[in-house]
């Protein structure tokens, strides 16, 4: 155990994370130059592309410092918010962290989100300043931010590039002289944490853990502490970029594989305690929690037909994604889909866009919504997740709203646009932190409502790009919201309602009709879109009708007869009007994103 470093990468978003995690495999020597390819471990062709880590990985690595050899296990982290669940986890399991700061753009918000994290789980924590060789690279000044803003002593921080390979070498070996060992009981019980899990078609659901007390045995019948489901291990590997080593044991200190032969990826939770089930450890690793959904939104097939469908991909999509909930939805207006429970917007978008990529599907994804307690008259309290759900006004006490802790960090050039943002928002300024004469940190408290629909768009605009967003859950707090309802031609169309605050209705309705106006077709009778409170109507739109040229057919003759024929056509779009359905298109249902 003395020669085991098992460590973490916690970064913002591109400031290098997963290019370091290249240039540390290609170090030890793990692939050939041949083999090695950018993002080894972002296996997914959306984290290639958009160039994020979504879903973390692991590997084992050997290492021989002054004749010693070591086995590094860099247990990997997703750099955004929407997954800091995964981050906790793979923390817990880690027993140091490289703190990866950009030479060029300082401390970030999610960087010190993270920080956090890891002090919390007590873990050595080595500053990390990459991206030296860029021309505006100011490590004095960044070693300077993170001293400031986080409180590490950054006076041996590394510096780094990890595009070029300077300084890793030298990395490496800090984390082999200055990552404490792993500690445990090599003879106790059986104890072992889950950080993370997937499924494999050949070899089912498997479980990726760290093992802390005793060790996992090939044959060995175990048992997960927070269902009580006991099951064989039928395998056991260790990690590696591109070929797995089968082992037979997986000892104290260690990370690995455990193919347990699963068909659900459920039953194996993040976060949950394996153990022997013969002589069961007394406590977990921890406390075990699920992965709550912050964000809803429902997703229905554009071909009603492909119900069926969407449903077994949501199926094979939660194999490899235990954080993804949802549950089946009826429509007026889109019909039979399902309402998906999501860990923030990111999350939403990827999973979207792999149901769309990976299974051929066309769907329509409706605004996103936050989950609101509703106490009602009686004493009851409710939980609503999609706006058509909310009760009557008359039956309800008072609703509760979730609250986030927001941080954000911006140049001071864009200080006051931002700080005017967030009161809109209806945001509360806990703390303002000036990192340095050019950096500031805000920190406010804000609904959650307000940051799901168009708010990081509208902050990276404002900031030109520079801003940085981090948010964390805190409570739920009395909010004087209302349903707004949105007609088109008469008809409620349920998918467009949205909870606002009573303050802000008036306004959202109006924006949201003049969105929609440009949006909604044109028919051969006028469409009214109307935005409503209840049966009040406070906001209305009008689709002119589209002309259609009946007297084309009229060559010459008395002009009663284009007369008689235009009396007929206004008589026939007066009876339209009364039974005439319109067909909205995709973009409508995304207008609720555009309010502000």
């Given at each position: 155990m003395k020669n085991i470093r098992n460590f973490s990468i916690i970064a913002h978003i591109d400031h290098g994370k997963s290019t370091l995690a290249d240039r540390i495999i290609q170090e030890c020597g793990a692939v050939s130059d041949r083999e090695l390819t950018k993002q080894m471990m972002d296996t997914m062709d959306i984290e290639q592309e958009r160039g994020i880590t979504i879903k973390a990985q692991s590997v084992r690595l050997d290492y021989v410092k002054d004749g010693q050899h070591y086995i590094l296990n860099l247990i990997d982290t997703p750099g955004h918010v929407d997954f800091s669940y995964e981050v906790s986890k793979s923390l817990a399991s880690s027993d140091g962290a490289l703190l990866i700061v950009d030479a060029a753009q300082g401390v970030e918000a999610q960087t010190i989100a993270n920080?956090?994290?890891?002090?919390?789980?007590?873990?050595?924590?080595?500053?990390?300043?990459?991206?030296?060789?860029?021309?505006?690279?100011?490590?004095?000044?960044?070693?300077?931010?993170?001293?400031?803003?986080?409180?590490?002593?950054?006076?041996?921080?590394?510096?780094?590039?990890?595009?070029?390979?300077?300084?890793?070498?030298?990395?490496?070996?800090?984390?082999?002289?200055?990552?404490?060992?792993?500690?445990?009981?090599?003879?106790?019980?059986?104890?072992?944490?889950?950080?993370?899990?997937?499924?494999?078609?050949?070899?089912?659901?498997?479980?990726?853990?760290?093992?802390?007390?005793?060790?996992?045995?090939?044959?060995?019948?175990?048992?997960?502490?927070?269902?009580?489901?006991?099951?064989?291990?039928?395998?056991?590997?260790?990690?590696?970029?591109?070929?797995?080593?089968?082992?037979?044991s997986i000892n104290s200190g260690e990370i690995g594989i455990v193919v347990l032969g699963l068909k659900d990826v459920g039953i194996i939770n993040v976060g949950d305690t394996i153990t022997d089930a013969k002589n069961p450890a007394s406590e977990p690793v921890g406390t075990y929690e699920p992965a709550k959904p912050f964000v809803f939104a429902g997703i229905y097939p554009i071909?009603?037909?492909?119900?069926?469908?969407?449903?077994?991909?949501?199926?094979?999509?939660?194999?490899?994604?235990?954080?993804?909930?949802?549950?089946?939805?009826?429509?007026?207006?889109?019909?039979?889909?399902?309402?998906?429970?999501?860990?923030?917007?990111?999350?939403?978008?990827?999973?979207?866009?792999?149901?769309?990529?990976?299974?051929?599907?066309?769907?329509?994804?409706?605004?996103?919504?936050?989950?609101?307690?509703?106490?009602?008259?009686?004493?009851?309290?409710?939980?609503?997740?999609?706006?058509?759900?909310?009760?009557?006004?008359?039956?309800?006490?008072?609703?509760?709203?979730?609250?986030?802790?927001?941080?954000?960090?911006?140049?001071?050039?864009?200080?006051?646009?931002?700080?005017?943002?967030?009161?809109?928002?209806?945001?509360?300024?806990?703390?303002?932190?000036?990192?340095?004469?050019e950096r500031v940190m805000l920190e406010y408290s804000l609904p959650m409502n307000e940051i799901v629909t168009g708010f990081y768009d509208t902050l990276k605009s404002i900031s030109k790009g520079y801003a940085s967003f981090d948010y964390e859950p805190i409570a739920f707090k009395e909010g004087h919201l209302v349903k707004l309802d949105v007609r088109v031609a008469g008809d409620v169309v349920d998918a467009l309602s949205v909870i606002v605050p009573i303050t802000q209705a008036e306004s959202r309705g109006r924006a949201l009709v003049?969105?929609?106006?440009?949006?909604v077709p044109r028919q051969l009778f006028e469409v009214a879109i109307q935005a409503s409170l209840g049966n009040k109507v406070i906001a209305r739109e009008t689709v002119k009708s589209m002309g259609k040229n009946v007297t084309a057919k009229c060559y010459g003759g008395d002009i009663t007869r284009k007369r008689k024929l235009l009396e007929k056509q206004k008589a026939g779009k007066k009876r339209m009007k009364s039974i005439g359905k319109v067909q909205l298109p995709q973009e409508a249902f995304m207008s609720v994103l555009k309010m502000d």
């Open positions: 920080v956090y994290l890891a002090l919390e789980n007590n873990l050595e924590i080595i500053p990390v300043i990459n991206k030296i060789d860029l021309p505006a690279a100011d490590p004095i000044k960044v070693a300077e931010e993170i001293e400031t803003s986080i409180g590490i002593d950054a006076t041996d921080a590394l510096l780094i590039s990890a595009k070029t390979g300077v300084g890793i070498r030298a990395l490496i070996d800090a984390i082999v002289e200055r990552v404490p060992a792993p500690v445990g009981d090599e003879n106790a019980t059986t104890k072992a944490i889950i950080y993370d899990s997937w499924f494999d078609q050949y070899l089912g659901a498997l479980a990726l853990v760290r093992v802390f007390d005793g060790s996992i045995k090939k044959g060995q019948l175990v048992r997960l502490m927070s269902n009580h489901e006991e099951h064989h291990v039928l395998d056991l590997m260790y990690p590696h970029p591109l070929r797995r080593q089968k082992t037979n071909d009603t037909d492909m119900f069926e469908e969407l449903r077994d991909a949501l199926n094979k999509l939660k194999m490899n994604d235990s954080s993804l909930s949802f549950e089946p939805e009826t429509s007026i207006a889109l019909g039979f889909g399902f309402r998906v429970g999501f860990l923030g917007m990111l999350h939403m978008e990827v999973v979207k866009e792999r149901l769309e990529r990976e299974f051929g599907l066309d769907l329509i994804a409706t605004a996103p919504s936050v989950v609101y307690h509703v106490y009602l008259n009686n004493g009851t309290m409710v939980q609503v997740q999609n706006p058509s759900e909310l009760p009557d006004g008359t039956y309800i006490d008072r609703i509760e709203e979730p609250y986030v802790k927001a941080t954000v960090i911006t140049p001071v050039d864009y200080l006051g646009n931002i700080i005017t943002l967030l009161i809109n928002k209806r945001g509360t300024q806990e703390k303002m932190t000036y990192l340095n004469q003049k969105n929609m106006k440009e949006i």
